[in-house]
């Protein structure tokens, strides 16, 4: 069964199975991908490039392809900016898709549309359209995804488009929607209040009839101080959030400044660390990897820079770090994550962050070990993009990294993932760069589904296509 987040596991309770396959005593197999169908979604979406990406492709979105009882849902923006939702069945070889109602309003990469499934009632989810501002909310009608088979996937299964959750309004300066199933089958959003540099991470939640706002639970203030200078004020950026198998809630995440005199170069990027927080109670208390209570969402204490023990990997910025870039959990509840940066070897000061990005940029395999330790593996694979790259995990904990331009690179459980090695070198695709990949896909058949969209030039709108990879069985 998949590791990867609750809505491959709890939120997808009917592919429930038991963990490694085959007979006692046999060794499990190893990472490797098996190509199969490739299927095109809009022969032409939307293309334009802003802070480097794509706002069919950005990977934070969560999620941009999802898997429930057989059938697998995408979203995106076609080329005249209207936001639509597909559907097929697993396996088939077309889309249908509708349309639902909201053209997106600015050529900005961020305001990406996330889905999210609420078990309680079978509705889909979606949040669109923000970077510091308003968004865009719809969902569908109750008992869609529970009966795809019975009901017509037209655009009447879907609500009018609202600018609240059902009439809440959490903040004013909306950003990163990230939709998480709980364990008992409640829906939260996770979301960023605030601007970049100056912005709080915060929590909603569905329960099948209302919205409620939880809060926030990061903080922006507090003093940081670099070899260059010191910043008072920031945000945190997470690379996910999400539940395991047992019901912990996860997330990684690197800091931003907002004083640039934190740096060796104004060319550079003021993102420092990787930290490391959980939560027992549904997302109420947030605990450092220690297990001392760091923060409470919508409390007083709130997670916050000067908190001891957050930093799993201590990093400063002067190294080009990416933000929101990806996590796991593996079946034992042990976390996992990417991060990438221009290693040391290549210099102590990036002076401009995307070239330097592209031409040394480096990915690396950060996860705690069953001692309670962190390790750190390099991936020996070249970014040659200042992007970023995916992680997931196979039903035998084997870690794939999908990278810029739908190259994949795996790593063995039993070598303690530091064999890794190409598998899918991304030939012929002429992806544009990031991808989104379908987490909750892997624990329904076995397969690695992923959303690239062609390499266009200026505004010319290009297609966008999903490429199925089978893992081991």
Known sequence: MKRRTLL???????????????????????????RRATTTLDSQAIY???????????????????????HQ????????????????????????SVKVGHTLRYDDSHNVISM???????????????????????????????????????????????STLDGLTPTYQFTYPQFVATPDGRLQLSYRTGVSGNGRHALAEYNGTSWTDLGEWSSSTGMYTSAHGSSAVRNMYLHGIDYDR???????????????????????????????VYSDDRGRTWRNDAGTVVGTTGGAD???????????????????????????????????????????????????????RTANGRAFHLRRTATGTWRKTEIPVALNSSQRTRLI???????????????????????????????????????????????????QDGVLSILYQVKSTGTTPSALRVIDFGLPA
């Open 8 to 34: 491959a596991t709890a939120l997808l309770s009917a592919a429930a199975g038991p963990a490694l396959a085959g007979t006692a005593g046999a060794a499990a197999p190893g990472p490797s991908v098996t």
């Open 48 to 70: 334009f490039v802003s802070y480097d990406g794509l706002v069919n492709n950005n990977s934070f979105q969560k999620n941009g392809l999802l898997t429930y009882k057989g």
């Open 73 to 96: 849902y995408a979203v995106w923006y076609t080329a005249d900016r209207n936001a639509v939702v597909g559907r097929r069945a697993l396996g088939a070889s077309t889309w249908s």
């Open 116 to 162: 999210g499934l609420s078990r309680t009632d079978g509705r889909l989810h979606l949040n669109m359209d923000s970077h510091s501002d308003g968004f865009t909310y719809v969902k569908s009608v109750a008992g869609l995804l529970d009966d795809p088979a019975g009901l017509s996937w037209t655009a009447s299964r879907f609500g009018a488009p609202q």
């Open 246 to 276: 047992n019901g912990r809630l996860h997330s990684f995440f690197t800091w931003r400044e907002q004083n640039g005199a934190v740096m060796c170069s104004g060319g550079g990027i003021t993102n420092h660390d990787t930290g490391y």
């Open 302 to 356: 709130k997670v916050a820079v000067t908190d001891s023990g957050l930093v799993v990997d201590p990093l400063g910025p002067d190294h080009s770090l990416m933000n929101q870039e990806s996590q796991a959990t593996d079946s034992a509840g042990r976390p996992h994550a990417i991060i990438s940066y221009v290693p040391g070897r290549f210099g102590q000061c990036t002076t401009n962050y995307v070239r330097d």
């Open 393 to 443: 995990l196979d039903k035998y904990d084997n870690a794939y990294a999908v990278l810029p331009f739908a190259r994949i690179a795996g790593a063995s459980a039993a070598s303690g993932h530091t064999d890794w090695t190409t598998l899918f070198d991304g030939g012929g695709l002429n992806a544009f760069g990031e991808v989104v990949v379908d987490e909750t896909r892997i624990a």
